[in-house]
C-alpha cells in the first residue's frame, strides 16, 4: 500500500512503475495515518496495458474450433509465432483477396539489385528514377522484389538546402505507381497523391516532380498508391538536404545512413508472403517481418575505430513496426529529428522509432571489440497477458584497436544547446496554452469479419502494450483486410470520418490539434500519424508538457494516449493527413485539409 497523505488540488506522481500488468484502488480513509485501507473506495485505475472484461466472457468450445473460411490452396499462411499458441478457428482462414506478387517481365530478365549509390544533385539538378523489377538474395533465399533504378534500397539523394531539383519518374510495374517526397514543404502539385495533387502514373507512363527543398535535414521518398505493396517490395530512398552551415550538427568520424525495414516470408521461408491484390491484408495490426533489414540486409556490420563519434541518420520505412534501438552500451545523444534539429541534445538510453519517423543520433565507441544493435522490445500473449523479451539484433559495430583520429570525445560529452531552433519555435510559443482548434479520435470498427475471428478478438484484447512492437498473432492479422476493418479518423466536434472531414485553414493559421487513441477499440493500436506539406510541434502528451520540442511531420500515439500539437499552416494546397502504417491507410484511416494562400 502507498500511502498518498491528505489529498488537496494538484497531482501526486507515484514515480515509475515497474510492473506490467497493475490495478490502483484508491480509497477514502478517516486519516491519512492508516496501514491498511479501511475506508470507502473512491477511484479505481488500471495499467495501460489492461481492459476491464465481465466475469462471464465467452469462451469458445472444441464445436468452433475448426470452423474455416474462404479455402483458398494458392494461400501459403505466415508462419506462427513461437512463443504465442494459435487462437482456435483460426488455422483455416484464408484472406479473401487474390494473391499477389511481383510477376516477371514478359520476355525480360530481371537483373539483381545492386546497392544504392548516392546522388548528388546541384540546385537546377535532374534524377530519372525508374521504379522496376529487380531480383535479391536476401538469407540464400532469392526473391523477385522492387527497386529504384535497379537500386535496394534506392538511390540516396543528396541536396543543399533551398536547392530545387527535378525528377523524372517512369513506371516500369505492372501496377500504378506515385511517389510522395516524405516531410518535404513543396509544391502542392508535387506531393504524389494520386487523386488528391495527381494521377497515378500507370505503367509505362511517366511523371515530372519539381523538388524544392526549403529544410535541412533527412527525409525519404516512396510510393503513394498501395505503398503497402510497392514500399514493402523495397520501393523507397533517402534524401539528405544538407545545411548552408558546415557546423548544423557537431563533430563525428563517421555517418551512416540507416533504412530500417522488416520483411515478411511464408512458413517454410523460400518465399515472400503475398501481399492481397484487391486490397491490403493485414488490415488489423499491419505486416510484421519475420526478417528484419538494414539498408535492405540482414545482418549490418560497420568498422570504426576506438573512440569514434558515427552520426546514424535513421529511417523506419517498415510497414508497421516500431523500433526501438540500442548499442549496447554506447552513449547515444539525441539530436534532430523529421524536419530538423531539437532544441537541445539529449541522452537517451535508446531511440523509439516509428514508421516514416526518422532520428539523427551520435554515438560514441569508446571500446574495442563486437558492439550488437538490439531492437529491444517486449512480447505478448494477448489472451494471457504474458509479457516477454523479444530482443532481435539488426548487425553490429566492430570497434578496433586503433584510435579515431581526430578525437571527438570532449564535444560529444557536452551537449549542445541549438539557438536558432529556440529562436525559430520562440515565434510560436504565445499560441502553446490556446485552446485547442480540432480534435481527432483514432478508433476502428469493424464488420463482416470470418467467424469466430470477432470473438476470438475480443479475448485477444484482454491484454495489450500500448505500443504493439511484434506481431504475436500473425494468423489473426493476416486474413484481415479492409472489406472487414475500417480505421477511422473522428472529427470529435462534427462527427464526421476520415475523407468526409472537411477542414480548411489559410496560410499563417497555427491550428493546435489534439489527438487521442481510444483504447476501447477491440484492437487498439498505435499509430505513427504524418502529415503532409506542412510541420509541427508535438506541446505535450498525456498532460505532460513537452519541454525539448523539434519540428515534425510524423508522430507516434500510442494506445490510450492523447497528444496535443500545433501545426504550422506555411504551405498552400491540398494535403494529406493519416495513418503511416500501411494497412491502416490502405484500410482508410486518412483525411485531406485545404490551405488557401
Known amino acids: 500500500m502507498v500511502n498518498l497523505g491528505s489529498v488537496g488540488n494538484g497531482?501526486?506522481?507515484?514515480?515509475?512503475?515497474?510492473?506490467?500488468?497493475?490495478?490502483?484502488?484508491?480509497?477514502?480513509?478517516?486519516?491519512?495515518d492508516v496501514d491498511t485501507y479501511q475506508g470507502r473506495l473512491v477511484l479505481r485505475g488500471i495499467s495501460a496495458s489492461m481492459r476491464m472484461e465481465p466475469e462471464d466472457l465467452l469462451q469458445l468450445t472444441g464445436i468452433v474450433a475448426n470452423l474455416g473460411h474462404n479455402e483458398a490452396s494458392e494461400w501459403s499462411p505466415p508462419r506462427p509465432h513461437p512463443l504465442v499458441e494459435m487462437m482456435p478457428g483460426v488455422g483455416d482462414l484464408r484472406?479473401?483477396?487474390?494473391?499477389?506478387?511481383?510477376?516477371?517481365?514478359?520476355?525480360?530478365?530481371?537483373?539483381?539489385a545492386r546497392p544504392r549509390e548516392i546522388i548528388r544533385l546541384q540546385d537546377g539538378g535532374t534524377l530519372d528514377l525508374e521504379a522496376g523489377v529487380v531480383t535479391r538474395t536476401i538469407g540464400g533465399r532469392t526473391f523477385t522484389m522492387f527497386g529504384f533504378n535497379g537500386q535496394y534500397p534506392g538511390p540516396l539523394i543528396r541536396v543543399p538546402e533551398d536547392a530545387t531539383v527535378t525528377v523524372n519518374v517512369i513506371?516500369?510495374?505492372d501496377l500504378p505507381t506515385a511517389i510522395h517526397w516524405h516531410g518535404i514543404r513543396l509544391d502542392n502539385r508535387y506531393d504524389g497523391v494520386p487523386g488528391v495533387t495527381q494521377n497515378a502514373i500507370q505503367p509505362g507512363d511517366s511523371f515530372q516532380y519539381r523538388i524544392h527543398f526549403p529544410d535541412a535535414g533527412l527525409y525519404w521518398y516512396h510510393p503513394h498508391?498501395?505503398?503497402?505493396?510497392?514500399?514493402?517490395?523495397?520501393?523507397?530512398?533517402?534524401?539528405r538536404v544538407d545545411s548552408t552551415d558546415p557546423a548544423y550538427y557537431g563533430p563525428a568520424?563517421?555517418?551512416?545512413?540507416?533504412?530500417?525495414?522488416?520483411l515478411l516470408t511464408t512458413a517454410d521461408g523460400l518465399s515472400l508472403l503475398p501481399y492481397g491484390k484487391e486490397r491490403a491484408t493485414h488490415a488489423l495490426m499491419g505486416r510484421f517481418g519475420n526478417l528484419l533489414l538494414v539498408n535492405g540486409e540482414p545482418g549490418y556490420r560497420l568498422t570504426v575505430k576506438r573512440g569514434a563519434v558515427v552520426r546514424f541518420f535513421l529511417t523506419n520505412v517498415s510497414n508497421t513496426r516500431t523500433f526501438n534501438l540500442s548499442f549496447g552500451n554506447a552513449a547515444i545523444k539525441l539530436?534532430?529529428?523529421?524536419?530538423?534539429?531539437?532544441e537541445h541534445e539529449t541522452w537517451v538510453d535508446s531511440v523509439v522509432i516509428a514508421p516514416a519517423e526518422r532520428y539523427i543520433v551520435d554515438v560514441r565507441f569508446p571500446e574495442a571489440g563486437s558492439i550488437?544493435?538490439?531492437?529491444?522490445v517486449q512480447g505478448i500473449d494477448h489472451v494471457f497477458g504474458n509479457f516477454f523479451p523479444e530482443p532481435m539484433t539488426l548487425g553490429e559495430i566492430v570497434v578496433s584497436e586503433s584510435w579515431a583520429i581526430p578525437d571527438h570525445a570532449t564535444s560529444f560529452d557536452a551537449l549542445r544547446v541549438h539557438g536558432d531552433v529556440v529562436a525559430d519555435i520562440d515565434r510560436y510559443r504565445s499560441d502553446f496554452d490556446r485552446p485547442v482548434d480540432r480534435r481527432l479520435l483514432?478508433?476502428?470498427?469493424?464488420?463482416?469479419?470470418?467467424?469466430?475471428?470477432?470473438?476470438?478478438?475480443?479475448?485477444?484484447s484482454s491484454f495489450f502494450n500500448p505500443v504493439e512492437w511484434s506481431g504475436t498473432m500473425p494468423r489473426m492479422n493476416w486474413v484481415t483486410t479492409g472489406d472487414q476493418v475500417e480505421w477511422v479518423l473522428r472529427d470529435e466536434d462534427t462527427g464526421r470520418e476520415n475523407l468526409d472531414i472537411d477542414w480548411s485553414f489559410r496560410m499563417g493559421d497555427r491550428v493546435k490539434i489534439r489527438l487521442r487513441n481510444d483504447r476501447t477499440a477491440i484492437h487498439a493500436m498505435q499509430h505513427p500519424i504524418h502529415l503532409h506539406g506542412q510541420r509541427f510541434l508535438v506541446l505535450s502528451q498525456d498532460g505532460l508538457e513537452n519541454n525539448n520540442l523539434v519540428w515534425k511531420d510524423t508522430m507516434l500515439l500510442p494506445v490510450g494516449s492523447t497528444a496535443d500539437i500545433l501545426l504550422d499552416v506555411s504551405n498552400p494546397g491540398r494535403w494529406m493527413l493519416h495513418c503511416h502504417i500501411a494497412e491502416h491507410l490502405e484500410s482508410g484511416m486518412k483525411l485531406v485539409f485545404d490551405v488557401s494562400p
Open 11 to 32: 497531482r501526486t506522481r507515484l514515480g515509475r512503475v515497474g510492473f506490467d500488468k497493475f490495478l490502483i484502488l484508491i480509497t477514502a480513509e478517516v486519516s491519512a
Open 95 to 112: 484472406p479473401i483477396v487474390t494473391p499477389y506478387l511481383p510477376p516477371t517481365p514478359i520476355g525480360g530478365s530481371v537483373s539483381m
Open 171 to 173: 513506371n516500369q510495374l
Open 225 to 239: 498508391h498501395r505503398e503497402d505493396i510497392q514500399q514493402d517490395l523495397g520501393l523507397y530512398g533517402n534524401m
Open 253 to 262: 568520424n563517421y555517418e551512416e545512413t540507416l533504412m530500417l525495414d522488416d
Open 335 to 342: 539530436v534532430a529529428s523529421d524536419v530538423g534539429k531539437f
Open 372 to 376: 550488437q544493435i538490439v531492437n529491444s
Open 442 to 460: 483514432l478508433t476502428l470498427a469493424v464488420q463482416g469479419l470470418p467467424y469466430p475471428l470477432e470473438t476470438l478478438l475480443n479475448l485477444d
